[in-house]
C-alpha cells in the first residue's frame, strides 16, 4: 500500500514538475520579448510605432511605422477565418454524423495529412498556382496580394477546425441525439440544435486554433502576400506581422533590431488579447 501511494505522489509530481516548465517556458518568453522590445518602442515613441503608417527601417532617416502590418495582419485573419469556420464546421459535422464509414475515415486522413503539410509548401503551390490564377481571373498587375494570403491561409487552417470539431461532436453522448428523435426531431434538426450547441466549447476551441495558426504564420503569407509594406488592400502586395520580422530579422542590427522584436512584441499580445477574448465570451456562453 506505501508502496504504491509512493509511486501516485512520484507521477502527480512529475507532472506537476511538466506543467511548472510549460508555465515557465511562457514566463521566459514573455520576459524576453518585453525586455527586448521595449527599448525600441521607448525610442520610438508608443504612438509612432503602432500608428505611422510608413516602414523604411534601412532608409537614410528610417521610420518604424507598424499601423499597415498591424490592419494587414487583421484583416487578413478575418478574411481567413470567415472562409474558413463555416466549411471545416459544416465539414466536420457532415464527417462526424451523415458521412458513411468508409467515406469518413478516408477523409479523416485526408484531413490529417492536410495538417501534416509544411507551410513552406502551401506558399509554393500559392505561389506557382494561386498568384498566376488571382493575376488572371481578376486582371490584375500582380497576384501576390492580400487575397492570396488569406486563401491560403484559409486552407491552412481547416485541419484544426475539421479534426478538433469532429472530435467534440463524437463525444457527444448518444442519448442527447436519441431524446431529440424520439421527440419527433430530423437528422438535420437533431445535429444542429442538439449535437452541435453540446459541442460548443469544443468548435469554439478549434476556431482559437485557427485564428491562432493564422495570425502565426509567417513563410506560407510571405511567399504569396508580396511582402510590402503597403496599407491593406485586397488585391496589392502587402505584409504581415509574422512576414515583417521573418524577412528583415537575418540581416537587421541595432534599432531595426530592437524594433523587430517589437514587432514581435505586440504580435504575441495580439494573440493574447485574442486568445482571452474569446475565451471570456466562450465563459459567458457557458454561464448563460
Known sequence: MNTQRTFEYLIHGFFLLLGL???GCVLLITAYLVFSGLPAIREIG????LFGDTWASTASEPRFGILPFILTSIWGTAGAIALGVPVGFFTAVWLAKMAPVRVCRFMESAVSLLAGIPSVVYGLVGML???P???SVFNVPDGASLLAAILVLAVM???????VSMTALQAVPQEYEDASFALGATSVETYFRVSVPAARSGIAASVVLGVGRAIGEAMAVMM???????MPSLFES????TSAVASEMSYSSGLQREALFS????????????TASLNFFLKRGREA
Not at 508608443?46 to 510605432?49: E, G
Not at 487552417?157 to 479534426?163: H, M
Request: charged share 10%.
Open 21 to 23: 516548465v510549460a508555465v
Open 46 to 49: 508608443l504612438a509612432d510605432f
Open 129 to 131: 498556382v494561386l498568384v
Open 133 to 135: 490564377g488571382i493575376r
Open 157 to 163: 487552417i481547416l485541419p484544426s477546425i475539421i479534426k
Open 224 to 230: 504569396v502576400s508580396g511582402n510590402v509594406a503597403n
Open 238 to 241: 502587402v505584409r504581415f506581422l
Open 263 to 274: 514587432i514581435a512584441l505586440v504580435l504575441f499580445f495580439f494573440i493574447l488579447l485574442i
